[in-house]
């Protein structure tokens, strides 16, 4: 039985991996029907004009924050399932986290606290916290348990509260409940997720939430890069002659030839605009890249990342381009 359950899980993992590289065709393709307003002929002129090379930085910028979160939340699910349980045959979640390196954890969560937004730097905190908490009672270390499992919780919860305790008090303010929970219940949470479940509802209630989450997951990515930009936000200032009035045509640019500007409106339409009455064009942020809240943490966005902060900046641009606002200079 031993063997016969091993060979089945063999196959399982292969197919797995075989069906794997489908998934992100499946959604740039997704992407591109959705770009279209699902008209079959827009669709096939994007696939004529827009580069592999657009969408697929489009799919791995949009999706950096996805790979660490399922690493992190897996491997604090699987060491509380064995934290927990008693001993008995291992589950596939527990096997793979026995067998992740120390070094592959470590650096995820360093790379989450790079291009994770700063709203979501608590839970960070909380997994980094859970983990260790976790890692130091697998490990036998008695010694450890006071100092990782409730003094260091409790310090970077108090810390947390502090530097984040203004941006809360704004967001309650503004009535944005949700990112003032986000900064303010982790820091209480954190003392609780660094010892043992009971041992009866241990493993149902971590493999629940692992095969919960690996449910979801393929929805939530689509629904991320369904959203992300793949061809750039432009304000277009256009002079038609004829005594007829300048307009301004937003939208984004799907090429541009000696002749003509292809570009996709702000109402999905396809428009092919002689280059002859073009007056001027403006880079625009566009909607994706415009911050749904204002409040901040210490002069930065909390939905900036450090990643963010990292490169040098450009020379700031004017507060706002009447172009992109779809006004006249």
């Known amino acids: ?15 797995a991996l075989t069906l794997l590289p489908a998934f992100p065709i499946i959604l740039l393709v997704l992407r591109l029907w959705e770009l279209s307003s699902r008209d079959l002929n827009t669709m096939l002129l994007l696939v004529q004009n827009v580069h592999a090379l657009e969408l697929a930085s489009s799919l791995v910028i949009s999706l950096l924050e996805v790979p660490p979160a399922v690493l992190l939340v897996a491997h604090l699910l699987g060491l509380l399932s064995l934290v927990s349980s008693g001993p008995g045959h291992a589950s596939r979640l527990e096997r793979v986290v026995e067998r992740t390196p120390n070094w592959v954890v470590t650096a995820a969560f360093l790379w989450s606290a790079l291009v994770w937004q700063l709203r979501f730097l608590p839970a960070l905190l909380l997994l980094g916290c859970a983990i260790a908490g976790l890692t130091a009672r697998r490990r036998g270390r008695d010694d450890l348990v006071f100092p990782v499992c409730v003094l260091l ?19 309650i303010a503004r009535g944005e409940v949700a990112l003032a929970l986000a900064l303010l219940l982790p820091p209480v949470l954190g003392p609780l997720l660094t010892g043992p479940l009971p041992a009866r509802v241990a493993r149902p209630a971590t493999h629940g939430i692992a095969t919960a989450g690996a449910l979801v997951l393929p929805f939530a990515l689509l629904a991320i890069f369904l959203r992300a930009p793949v061809l750039p936000a432009v304000a277009l200032h256009l002079r038609p002659g004829g005594g007829q009035p300048d307009s301004v045509v937003l939208g984004t640019v799907v090429t541009v030839d000696d002749t003509m500007t292809t570009m996709l409106d702000a109402r999905g339409a396809v428009r092919f605009v002689p280059n002859s009455l073009v007056v001027a064009k403006s880079l625009c942020e566009g909607a994706q890249q415009i911050p749904h809240s204002a409040v ?34």
């Open 153 to 171: 919780p409790v310090v970077v919860g108090v810390l947390e509260l502090v530097w984040f305790g203004p941006a809360i008090v704004t967001a």
């Open 1 to 15: 039985m031993g063997k016969a359950r091993g060979v089945d899980e063999t196959r399982g993992a292969q197919w």
């Open 296 to 329: 901040t943490a210490h002069g930065w966005l909390v939905e900036d990342a450090a990643l963010d902060w990292l490169p040098a900046r450009t020379a700031p641009r004017p507060a706002t381009d009447p172009l992109c606002e779809g006004r006249l200079p």
